[in-house]
T-cell receptor, first 114, second 113 residues
């Protein structure tokens, strides 16, 4: 199993551009999450999903959108990129009936907005 | 709002010594997670603590959870250089059945020979 994969690994955007961060998992997990990690800080939850077609906001959702059309994929969309969105983005997934189990993290996408 | 505080945030210690990292959280949460992150890398799950009094050990690391005190600890025994990393604790909260995590700021641990 590849686990949780993310693409791209690195990206530089200009202010106002848009992009989609891809995330996929092959563990048949229902629960998927997007976090951002700013330098020297812990992770903050952006959006999460409890299954295909169901998403909800986390702590810092402004400036982002998500969709979950399949169990495997959970893309994160940035519209009108701003310097404040410069961060490392991690996607994670977890299994189990109530998502109480450990979350498995992808390798991250390092995004710089100039 | 669930808040998670770790201390210390920075720790430099010598090989062979013992030390404890503390993780306090602000509201009721009975699930606590510990992760390790190496520089430029992703997060690696170390421990999942799901009940009061839970204690788990892996090698030189031992984690415990006291839900009444809203406190988890990560104890390092006879530290070795390979344990140098940033350690995060995270507490879970209910939200539509998912288990999004609130992270502490991390403890940057340096173990010197």
């Amino acid at each position: 199993n590849a686990g949780v994969t993310q693409t791209p690994k690195f990206r530089i955007l200009k202010i106002g551009q848009s992009m989609t961060l891809q995330c996929a998992q092959d563990m048949n997990h229902n629960y998927m999450y997007w976090y951002r990690q700013d330098p020297g800080m812990g992770l903050k939850l952006i959006y999460y999903s409890v299954g295909a077609g169901i998403t909800d906001k986390g702590e810092v959702p402004n400036g982002y959108n998500v969709s979950r059309s399949t169990t495997e994929d959970f893309p994160l969309r940035l519209e009108l990129a701003a310097p404040s969105q410069t961060s490392v983005y991690f996607c994670a997934s977890s299994g189990g009936l109530a998502g109480y189990n450990e979350q498995f993290f992808g390798p991250g996408t390092r995004l710089t907005v100039l | 709002e669930l808040k998670v505080e770790q201390n210390p945030l920075f720790l430099s210690m010598q090989e062979g010594k013992n030390y404890t990292i503390y993780c306090n959280y602000s509201t009721t949460s009975d699930r606590l997670y510990w992760y390790r992150q190496d520089p430029g890398k992703s997060l690696e799950s170390l421990f999942v603590l799901l009940s009061n009094g839970a204690v788990k050990q892996e090698g030189r690391l031992m984690a415990s959870l006291d839900t009444k005190a809203r406190l988890s600890t990560l104890h390092i025994t006879a530290a070795v250089h390979d344990l140098s990393a940033t350690y995060f604790c995270a507490a879970g909260y209910s939200g539509g059945g998912a288990d999004g995590l609130t992270f502490g700021k991390g403890t940057h641990l340096i173990i010197q020979p």
